[in-house]
C-alpha cells in the first residue's frame, strides 16, 4: 500500500484508499479526497474509527496555474485533521479541493469544535461552508471587503485602526 499521508494510520491509509479513493497530493501534505465523499469520510472515521475530536480545519488560496488532478486552475486546497480518544490516540488527516466559488460540506452537524475553526476559514480565506448554523465573518468586521490570506487580497489594502 502506498503511503499517502505519513500523519495517518495503516488502517485509516487503507480507508482512505480503498474506500475514498484518495488521490497522492501533488503539492504534498495528506491525501486528497473528493468533496462529495468529505462528509462521508468524516462521518464514517467518528462512528467506526472512534477519531472523535475535532483537530483542525484549514485552507489555504492557490491562484493559478496551479492545478489539481482534475485540471482546475486556481482553487481553495481546505485541510482537516482529526484526534482519535484514549491512550495511543492518532490523527486522520485528509484534504479537499474546491474551486474558488465552490462550497464544501460543514463538518458542525458532526463536530461541534468545527464551528468557529470554518468560521475563521470562511472569514479570512474565503471558503463557502454548506449548512453551518451561522456563516457570518468572526474575527473582521461585516463590512470588511475580501479575505485577506488570499494570494489575490492586495496586501496594501488600506484599513482603519482595529479596536
Excluded at 141 to 151: A, F, I, T, V
Amino acid at each position: 500500500m502506498k503511503l499517502l499521508g505519513a500523519e495517518n494510520s495503516e488502517e485509516v491509509q487503507k480507508l482512505l484508499i480503498e474506500q475514498f479513493e484518495a488521490m497522492e497530493n501533488s503539492l504534498g501534505g495528506p491525501p486528497v479526497v473528493a468533496v462529495v465523499r468529505h462528509l462521508e469520510l468524516a462521518k464514517k472515521l467518528r462512528d467506526e474509527y472512534q477519531y472523535r475530536i475535532f483537530g483542525f480545519v484549514v485552507a489555504a488560496h492557490y491562484p493559478a496555474p496551479a492545478k489539481d488532478a482534475n485540471g482546475v486552475g486556481e482553487l481553495i486546497r481546505v485541510s482537516y485533521g482529526l484526534r482519535s480518544v484514549g491512550k495511543g490516540t492518532k490523527l486522520a488527516t485528509w484534504q479537499v479541493c474546491i474551486p474558488v466559488d465552490g462550497a464544501i460540506p460543514t463538518l458542525v452537524p458532526l463536530f461541534a469544535g468545527a464551528d468557529w475553526q470554518e468560521r475563521e476559514q470562511f472569514d479570512l480565506v474565503g471558503v463557502r461552508f454548506d449548512g453551518h448554523p451561522d456563516p457570518r465573518r468572526l474575527m473582521l468586521s461585516e463590512d470588511w471587503q475580501g479575505h485577506p490570506l488570499r494570494k489575490d487580497y492586495a496586501i496594501d489594502t488600506k484599513v482603519h485602526p482595529w479596536r
